[in-house]
């Protein structure tokens, strides 16, 4: 409009003005009215431009306002004990939208009466990737707490399942988390206690004291029974002095009594506390999970546990890279798992595969027992003499990996259960982690025996692997099922033994006492493995004839390097001749002592001829 009569008032000036050349005054009127169009058009663009920009910001929706408008379709549950939710009826008649239908049925279904619809209902949580946030958190809302563990369990779970843990209670008032871990310490019962259980409390107990005092004076010393330690494990002294109370803990929580006391004065919120201060430091983080896996046999425990949030903490350790990690929460969820296991893990007892649930049926088992000094997965990690391998071993798993029979054997043979068993050795008695503990061949091969008996091991088909002294355990542990017979079926069903520069006939080791450290006082272990030993002599003449009776397979592996113990002594720790079982094939490698149960990569001759003959020997129950 405003155009339009710019243009009629051109217009009438051009009818009334004064007489001009016809030629200047149409361009004077042209240029005028070219100019107040191109102002009038950018200016009405500018206008455009920011009206539609207002009207495009008032359009847009506040993604935290729709997020808050999701959790109103939450559920939230009053507090009502574990034990007794199956008291109540989870579900009625709901007004639900159409598309929220398949998550209320599979929260329906996850808890049937029917075993089977449940494990399905599980299975088909963990495989949903494309729901909504809100969904995941509905779902960790209205789980039952065998359906979180279920899912806990499941390779490919959303952590998204997992609510955060319950806010932790506050420290009493001037107590720091040492001081709280020592009294609970303190408070545990000290009956039913044996000589090396008490020498760790006595021990933890000592040293914290001297530790609180130390802070409050402004010096930190160690001393007495605990410098061993501070040499092993001493990075800062809080998590150090914190590691001599769990190291106790650990031991009390394998007496069934003392994990209720544990519970009853707070022991799952400290750790809980503790796990996620020493998040950088990894042995105090496996220790706390020994102590909750330990816990966990004890099935009136499950529901505190779950309770406390531990689930949704171990769910997310599962998913670690790091296989010790990763392996301490498989045992730990297992045991609390009583959906799909029957088996008990006992401290020192880790399945390395599978790990989770899975429907691959599990048709043979394969254990793995170190030697002396050695350890359930370090023991076994990939020849490391390359040390900047390790660094890639996060990235490519086939290039370096810290626990082969984990990383290799389990993909090559998925179908067997793959077993690590850890015990404490020693060299010397100076450095006894327990020095009232005075623990033969025979006495760990019973306690042993106990335990993997506890974890299933006799129902399926067994391949023995043992690195050095674990080939003398083995003999033993075989030799004393056979003298019982609820243990009958663990020699049933041994299938084959395979041995990595195991003593049969003894080791120079002992004859050189190793060190000048150990000269005066070698460590029972290393006595035993004297050539002259009777007890020695006696369990190899014994186990040669029950093999040949038995007829089991046997592969041995021996070292041909010597192999440096400390840094000045150089030794042949197990010579050809002690390596020979007298029975079996013998295969001489060129490598040491420590590094004949590590392979250099999986196509070495070393892994290769070892995953043949595990193959081989179950060949008929693997075809089965």
Known sequence: MSLGAYCVICCRRIGTSASLPKSLTSWKHVRNIVKF??????????????????????????????????????????????????????????????????????????????????????????????????????????????????????????????????????????????????????????????????????????????????????????GGNGLPYVESLGEVPSATVEMFCLEAIVKHSEISSHCDHIEAHGGLQLLQRLYHIHKDFPKVQRNIMRIIGNMALNEHLHPAIVRSGWVSIMAKAMKSHHIMKASHAARALANLDRETVQDKYQDGVYVLHPQCRTSQPIKADVLFIHGLMGAAFKTWRQQDSERGQAENALEDEEKYTTCWPKTWLAKDCPALRIISVEYDTTLSDWRARCPTERKSIAFRSNELLRKLRAAGVGDRPVIWIAHSMGGLLVKKMLLEASKKPELSTIVNNTRGLLFYSVPHHGSHLAEYSVNIRYLLFPSLEVKELSKDSPALKVLQDDFLEFAKDKNFQVLSFVETQPTFIGSMIKLHVVPVESADLGIGELILVDVNHLNICKPKEKDAFLYQRTLQFIRETLARDLDN
């Open 37 to 222: 169009t191109g102002s009038l058009i950018l200016g009405g663009s500018l206008f455009l431009t920011y009206e539609v920009r207002a009207l495009q910001k008032s359009l847009t929706l506040d993604t935290q306002v729709v997020e808050r408008e999701k959790m109103k379709s939450y559920i939230y549950m009053d507090t009502i004990p574990l034990d007794k939710i199956e008291n109540y009826d989870s579900f009625s008649t709901v007004d639900i939208e159409e598309h929220e239908c398949p998550v209320w049925l599979l929260l329906r279904k996850s808890q049937e009466d029917n075993r089977a619809m449940r494990l399905e209902a599980v299975q088909e949580m963990s495989e949903a990737h494309h729901w909504h946030d809100y969904q995941y958190r509905l779902i960790a809302q209205a789980s039952d707490w065998r359906t979180l563990i279920g899912l806990a369990r499941s390779k490919e779970s959303d952590l998204r399942f997992f609510l955060p843990p319950p806010p932790l209670p506050s420290l009493k008032e001037d107590f720091s988390t040492e001081e709280e871990l020592r009294h609970l310490l303190a408070l545990l019962p000290h009956t039913e206690l044996d000589e090396c259980i008490q020498h760790f409390t006595n021990v933890a107990l000592n040293e914290s004291s001297q530790s609180l005092a130390a802070q409050k004076g402004g010096l930190w010393c160690f």
